[in-house]
């Protein structure tokens, strides 16, 4: 189906073209975000930090005769992540303690996106920890989901995709280790990227308990792009990237594709079968073909619990479990290696298959609730179900640190569903390609 509210709005490469055009000025972009952002977002809650007055400041400065070639964002205004890093402005990361940490430089992808003309209006909600699939905390209260405010909009990037989903901005950018891009993507009916591991610098994205420390990229976790079309994910991709960036250019047509809609870790909803499956049958009717199972996939059961041992253990930065267990040096090896012997599984089956297809969560948005969804049950087709194994999924490309392109393709009851979009390491460009490719054949 397509969203009203996802084609009224402009996309970032039109404004940008626009404000080149002269058929409007930074001011002018600028003022109209901050117009929607007071209108609609009373009922939505998603840009819960706001820069207006210095973001009015600087459009107002910016003059398109003096953009420059490097400048394709030349006066778009955006929002970003509250946990990225904008000098002036808090990163609370959603904890009240923090309240008053203000940050003091900009964060690497900040940085990027400033030199390329952006605008920055404020910030968008996060779960504490950025560890929910909500993004609802102490300091700023709950963000809602645009298409039904009685549901969350992801987490832990949610008030970024509710932004970019309600048409305040048009595009975003969060980061992703359990789902935290996709997801969001998937629950809002937008597009979303997870890059590739190690693409993007997560420089200054640090949890407020290490504020100036520097710290490094941990293990899985991974910074990308979010916007309601593939090319302006391209953009941002390619304005943030810190290594080159290759596309096979090979039409989907020619590619062979595998299609993953059942993992043994956990049942996937009817209510996300469905509108996959039906995607699925229109790539059929177009010529693409999509296998429905290969012999070289790893034990995706195995890779589930793998993964959640190293994502526990990475999330906690080697505190003890909860059974007061610490992980020593020599088990962090050995889940390093682990995860190796999985990269190097996947890469293999990449070696055959150009995709893998896969939903990007096992249900729709979920409904708000007191406390995580990863400590409670989920509702699938009627059973409860840990709400941990919810994230297999998301371990599918996170695991072995693979990029992953969400992109929406259709609806259950009104509620946008997503599919996963995923290829060989590095290959972030081709998977964009492939979900535009999908796009169109989708949606026209």
């Given at each position: 189906m397509a969203y009203p509210r996802l084609t009224k709005r402009p996309s970032a490469v039109e404004t940008a073209t626009a404000i080149r055009r002269g058929e409007m000025s930074p001011y002018e972009a600028v003022e109209a975000a901050i117009a929607r952002i007071e209108k609609d977002d009373a009922h939505i809650n998603a840009v819960v930090v706001t820069d207006f007055d210095r973001a009015l400041g600087q459009a107002r400065t910016m003059?398109?005769?003096?953009?420059?070639?490097?400048?394709?964002?030349?006066?778009?205004?955006?929002?970003?992540?509250?946990?990225?890093?904008?000098?002036?402005?808090p990163s609370t990361w959603g904890h009240e303690e923090y309240a008053e940490n203000i940050a003091t430089r900009d964060a690497h992808v900040v940085d990027r996106l400033?030199?390329?003309?952006?605008?920055?209006?404020?910030?968008?909600?996060?779960?504490?920890?950025?560890?929910?699939?909500?993004?609802?905390?102490?300091?700023?209260?709950?963000?809602?989901?645009?298409?039904?405010?009685?549901?969350?909009?992801?987490?832990?990037?949610?008030g970024s995709a509710a932004a970019v989903?309600?048409?305040?901005?048009?595009?975003?950018?969060?980061?992703?280790?359990?789902?935290?891009?996709?997801?969001?993507?998937?629950?809002?009916?937008?597009?979303?990227?997870?890059?590739?591991?190690?693409?993007?610098?997560?420089?200054?994205?640090?949890?407020?308990?290490?504020?100036?420390?520097?710290?490094?990229?941990?293990?899985?976790?991974?910074?990308?792009?979010?916007?309601?079309?593939?090319?302006?994910?391209?953009?941002?991709?390619?304005?943030?990237?810190?290594?080159?960036?290759?596309?096979?250019?090979?039409?989907?047509?020619?590619?062979?594709?595998?299609?993953?809609l059942d993992h043994p870790s956990c049942p996937?909803?009817?209510?996300?079968?469905?509108?996959?499956?039906a995607a699925l049958a229109a790539l059929g009717d177009a010529g693409v073909t999509v296998e429905r199972s290969s012999d070289l996939l790893p034990d995706l059961e195995r890779q589930q619990a793998d993964y959640m041992r190293i994502l526990n253990v990475a999330m906690a930065r080697g505190a003890p479990a909860p059974d007061g267990k610490r992980a020593s040096a020599t088990d962090w090896f050995d889940m390093l290696d682990l995860q190796a012997r999985n990269e190097n599984a996947w890469a293999a089956l990449?070696?055959?298959?150009?995709?893998?297809?896969?939903?990007?969560?096992?249900?729709?948005?979920?409904?708000?609730?007191?406390?995580?969804?990863?400590?409670?049950?989920?509702?699938?087709?009627?059973?409860?179900?840990?709400?941990?194994?919810a994230l297999c999924w998301a371990g599918l490309a996170t695991y072995p640190n693979l990029p992953s392109t969400v992109l929406p393709v259709g609806d259950t009851d009104g509620l946008p569903c997503g599919m996963q979009v995923i290829s060989r390491r590095w290959a972030d460009l081709d998977c964009i390609a492939a979900a535009e490719a999908i796009g169109r054949i989708l949606h026209g």
């Open positions: 003059d398109v005769a003096n953009a420059g070639a490097d400048q394709p964002l030349f006066g778009v205004p955006m929002t970003i992540k509250e946990s990225f890093d904008i000098a002036g402005l400033k030199r390329a003309g952006v605008v920055f209006v404020g910030k968008t909600n996060v779960p504490p920890d950025l560890a929910d699939w909500q993004s609802n905390n102490p300091v700023y209260g709950r963000t809602n989901n645009p298409h039904d405010h009685a549901r969350s909009p992801g987490g832990s990037s949610g989903a309600s048409g305040m901005v048009p595009c975003e950018y969060g980061t992703d280790i359990g789902g935290s891009v996709r997801v969001p993507a998937h629950f809002c009916g937008i597009w979303g990227h997870k890059a590739s591991w190690g693409l993007i610098s997560k420089h200054g994205h640090d949890h407020p308990a290490m504020a100036g420390s520097d710290g490094h990229d941990g293990a899985l976790s991974i910074a990308g792009p979010l916007a309601r079309n593939g090319a302006d994910l391209r953009l941002l991709l390619e304005l943030t990237a810190s290594l080159p960036l290759r596309s096979n250019g090979k039409p989907l047509a020619e590619c062979r594709i595998l299609a993953l996937t909803d009817h209510a996300v079968q469905g509108p996959i499956e990449f070696d055959t298959y150009d995709f893998v297809l896969a939903p990007p969560a096992p249900v729709l948005a979920v409904p708000h609730r007191e406390g995580r969804v990863f400590d409670g049950t989920i509702a699938i087709d009627g059973a409860e179900v840990p709400g941990g194994s």
